[in-house]
């Protein structure tokens, strides 16, 4: 492939094998494969991508450790607005790899433990995990940029009230306030 950057990432891999070989990783995974992952978020486009970049080594203590970056674009729901709000997740990490409880409970306080097989270590559910981590638990879109903004205006007083540039939509009852102006 002449593009690694769209490789996909591989499903399971023997992340023993690839610390001792000093390995990266560098791939792509469709979200839309994600389930849980999808269905936390209001929605994924049409052929969205993770990118991801997996460093496997050993440290000083002969740990196995990995260590990530991953970028995936998404749409969540502002929760001022309810309306979409398109970003992008982003999400560095280091785990480290064991196979049981015990060793998870001997890693250093900075390390994650990531429970994996012997031989095999599920990449995109260690992904997905990772992710379902950076994800806001309160996102809205910035102040300036959320259609609510009209309404923060004039419950959160900032000093200087700010006149929104499009048109005012007509409130329903300025008709019926019109009405009592007129039967005096």
Known sequence: MSNASHAGLPKTVDPYRLAEQNSTLEGVIPLGKLSRFRE??????????????????????????????????????????????????????????????????????????????????????????ELLLVLPPFPTHDRNECPAREDLEAYEPDGSRVEPDEPKKENPFSVLADLKKTKH
Request: charge should be negative; proline fraction near 3%; glycine fraction near 6%.
């Open 40 to 129: 936390a978020v209001l929605g994924i486009d049409e052929g969205a991508e993770c990118s991801v970049k997996l460093s496997f080594y050993m440290d000083g203590e002969r740990r196995r450790i990995v260590s990530g970056e991953l970028e995936a674009p998404v749409s969540l729901e502002c929760q001022r607005c309810l309306g979409a709000m398109r970003t992008t997740l982003v999400s560095r990490f280091t785990l480290g790899l064991v196979t049981s409880d015990e060793q998870a409970q001997q890693l250093p306080k900075e390390l994650e433990p990531f429970l994996t097989d012997d031989f095999s270590a599920d990449l995109w559910s260690m992904v997905e995990d």
